[in-house]
């Protein structure tokens, strides 16, 4: 490997949800960090991000605090992402991006480490993370698409209110707060109360009735697993959960297979981890997935609806700031050092385009 290590990385979006794990995982897989440039509004400059023991100060994410910097990640809204990204990119740098900004931009590789890292090649500055609900949910379904083909997914979801950023997390807080003392529940952050209730909306109404969150499953599922004519329904529900989404996922395959068959597939997905026990209430829970690195996938179960043996039933979740986001960001990182592709390919010398060999990052 000839990159220059260690590297100057910047998170932007440093005070948020997401920025703070980022950081954390940062520390914890011990990446090659030289320089960390916490970045974030201007309303956060003064503030300090706690990292390796020390407290970093956050600066403004202004086009000069990306001079210098190798590798920026950037998790601070779409418009943002939509701005400063290529401002970043302009200036050197390689954005892996937490926002829907580029997503389903062409040429712009949206990547799950352990479903297409190989998309990576070809990145030119730009390389998007999934939606968090995608995240989870492709790992599982790569292994049914690789052994039996996939025709169909019906996916749906049981989203935490982290997935909605810190003020939701406030937000519910407040409302388990105010039932307790009697007081009425202000909501602002959602169209209704979050707590005990669950919201079957989640992002936008587009005209078709599906919300943005069903279509972004529906239309990263079929990039990320290069099945463009994959049949995909969703319906996405915010629930008073704090941390991890949950998903029952309905799958209808090519060929016949067994849920024991599933299972034994579902286990041999790096970073997948299959808990199933019914008889001993041993299931996927959101409680015990928060903080964890994994994809828990449990309850597999014969799908009668579907003829001939080709339909499955299960229930996958995972802790959506870490690999719906921050883990999964981060292992991108790790990959594009592990072979040399973190230059945008136009800037790497041809022998090294797509070889995993080569100059180094100037
Ligand atoms: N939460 C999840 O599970 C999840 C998963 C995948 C992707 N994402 C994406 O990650 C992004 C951040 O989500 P979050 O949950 O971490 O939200 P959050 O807790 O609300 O944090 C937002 C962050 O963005 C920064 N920011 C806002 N406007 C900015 C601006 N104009 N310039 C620079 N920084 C700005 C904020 O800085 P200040 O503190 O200064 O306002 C804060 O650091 C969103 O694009 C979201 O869609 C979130």
Redesign the pocket.
């Known amino acids: 490997m000839t990159n220059r290590l260690p590297l100057t990385v910047a998170v932007?979006?440093?005070?948020?949800?997401?920025?703070?794990?980022m950081i954390r995982v940062l520390e914890e897989r011990d990446f090659p960090v030289g320089e960390l440039r916490p970045?974030?509004?201007?309303?956060?400059v003064g503030?300090t991000m706690p990292f390796r023991g020390a407290r970093i100060e956050?600066a403004?994410?202004t086009p000069e605090a990306f001079d210098g910097v190798d590798l920026a990640f950037?998790?601070?809204?779409?418009?943002?992402?939509r701005?400063?990204a290529p401002v970043a990119v302009a200036r050197g740098a390689t954005v892996i991006d937490?926002?829907?900004?580029w997503r389903m931009e062409p040429g712009v590789p949206l990547v799950v480490s352990q479903v297409n890292p190989d998309d990576l090649a070809g990145h030119e500055g730009i390389i998007a993370?999934?939606?968090?609900s995608t995240?989870q949910l492709v790992p599982v379904l790569m292994a049914l698409r690789d052994s039996v083909g996939l025709e169909r997914v019906i996916v749906d979801t049981y989203q935490?209110v982290?997935?909605?950023?810190?003020?939701?997390?406030a937000e519910l807080e407040g409302q388990v707060r105010a039932h307790v003392a009697g007081e009425p529940k202000a909501a602002s952050v959602y169209p209704h109360p979050i707590a005990f209730n669950a919201l079957p909306e989640i992002d936008v109404f587009q005209d078709d009735g599906y919300t943005r969150e069903e279509w972004k499953i529906a239309v990263e599922s079929r990039k990320i697993l290069h099945l463009p004519d994959l049949r995909v329904s969703s319906t996405a529900v915010r629930i008073p959960v704090f941390v991890s989404?949950s998903e029952a996922v309905h799958v209808e395959t090519r060929r016949p297979i067994t849920p024991d068959r599933a299972r034994e597939l579902f286990c041999g997905v790096p970073g997948v981890t299959v808990q199933d026990d019914p008889a001993g209430h041993v299931y996927p829970l959101a409680t015990h997935a928060a903080g964890r690195d994994d994809v828990f996938v449990g309850r597999v179960r014969q799908d009668p609806s579907v003829p001939d043996g080709r339909g499955l039933a299960f229930w996958v979740v995972s802790d959506?700031?870490r690999k719906?986001?921050a883990l999964n960001a981060v292992e991108l990182a790790e990959i594009l050092i592990e072979r040399d592709w973190l230059r945008a390919a136009s800037r790497r010398t041809p022998a090294t385009i797509g070889s995993g060999a080569g100059e180094g990052h100037a």
């Open positions: 932007v979006g440093a005070t948020g949800v997401v920025g703070g794990t970045l974030a509004s201007a309303r956060s503030r956050v403004e994410a950037f998790s601070a809204g779409g418009g943002t992402s701005e400063l937490n926002s829907s900004a993370n999934p939606n968090c995240m935490s982290s997935g909605t950023g810190a003020k939701a997390i989404h959506n700031l719906g986001a």
